[in-house]
């Protein structure tokens, strides 16, 4: 088993985090009244779940792409961070179409790209470490759920 190497683990911890504030951006500049407007469907959690939620996502995905950077080894590793790069992407661009732009539409076909993405990185972090994989399939799972909210979201409030 291999030391951990500090260093790397803070960075692994903090680029999820930082990817998740530059959503918050998107997300709470431009959430209020709209958000409050909209018609929603009844398994919608409460406002404050999302928070605490998806901190600990960002700390899930942190943990697991340490995993993957300290352990992984060439072409495994490299496409996992790959997918992974992209998934971060897709799900802060998410936040700026679904708040910010208030395309609920355009963000429920980006979620279901954002899906995808998550689920080859999954694929690919359990490729390299399989304790990587299953936080990886955490954050799949409630990227699945959202992908029923947005679009129930957006059927409910088509005009």
């Not at 998107?26 to 009844?42: A, C, D, H, I, R």
């Not at 700390?59 to 993957?68: H, P, R, T």
């Amino acid at each position: 088993m291999k030391k951990i190497n500090i260093k790397r683990f803070v960075i692994a911890l903090i680029i999820p985090q930082v990817a998740g504030f530059i959503g918050s951006i998107g997300t709470l500049s431009k959430m209020e009244p709209w958000y409050s407007q909209l018609v929603k469907p009844g398994f919608t959690p409460p406002d404050w779940v999302f928070g605490p939620v998806w901190t600990l996502l960002f700390l899930c995905m942190g943990v697991a792409l340490y995993m993957v950077w300290q352990h992984g080894r060439g072409e495994h590793r490299r496409l996992a961070l790959v997918l992974f790069g992209a998934q971060l992407s897709l799900n802060v661009a998410w936040s700026f179409i679904f708040f910010g732009a208030h395309e609920v539409g355009y963000a429920f076909i980006e979620i279901q790209a954002l899906w995808l993405a998550i689920l080859g990185a999954t694929i690919a972090f359990w490729r390299v470490r399989a304790a990587a994989g299953i936080l990886m399939l955490i954050y799949l799972a409630w990227v699945s759920f959202a992908v029923l909210l947005n679009g129930a979201i957006w059927q409910l409030n088509r005009v």
